[in-house]
């Protein structure tokens, strides 16, 4: 796994950006809001807390460990983590990246079979026309 890869896929994918930054600590992706903002009464007087480990997996480089920062509010004290929620669903390991390719996959799949539909009339309109 390159870092390369993960900045590639990630400029690939611009609108998650805005939720949240991708970095690096010794190899590690690591994810961490770009404006930190607590999701219960809306401030932004928030620290950094631990780190949450997860297996995300990645169309082009699979399975791969990230760590996700957890916040700790000061005004009410509440902890929430980095929202991944425009990458990856909170109950599924799978990116959205790679769900909504795995559909691209198949419209165009079906896309071609309505093209080869269209052919095949094609050529059959041409050999009864002769
Ligand atoms: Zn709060």
Do not use: W
């Not at 932004?44 to 996700?68: D, P, Q």
């Not at 009410?76 to 390991?93: I, P």
């Amino acid at each position: 796994m390159s870092d390369f890869c993960f900045v590639k896929l990630f400029k690939s994918c611009q609108k998650v950006f805005k939720s949240f930054d991708l970095s690096f600590k010794k190899d590690v992706p690591y994810f961490k809001l770009s404006v930190a903002r607590c999701p219960y009464c809306g401030t932004h007087h928030v620290v950094k807390y631990v780190f949450t480990s997860r297996t995300l997996v990645f169309k082009e480089i699979g399975k791969t460990r990230v760590k996700v920062q957890r916040y700790v509010c000061k005004r009410c004290g509440k902890t929430f983590q980095t929202d991944l929620t425009s990458l990856v669903d909170k109950n599924s390991n799978f990116t959205n990246e790679l769900k909504s390719e795995s559909e691209h996959l198949i419209s165009d799949y079906l896309g071609s079979l309505k093209n080869v539909c269209k052919s095949f009339k094609k050529f059959f309109g041409i050999s009864v026309s002769h």
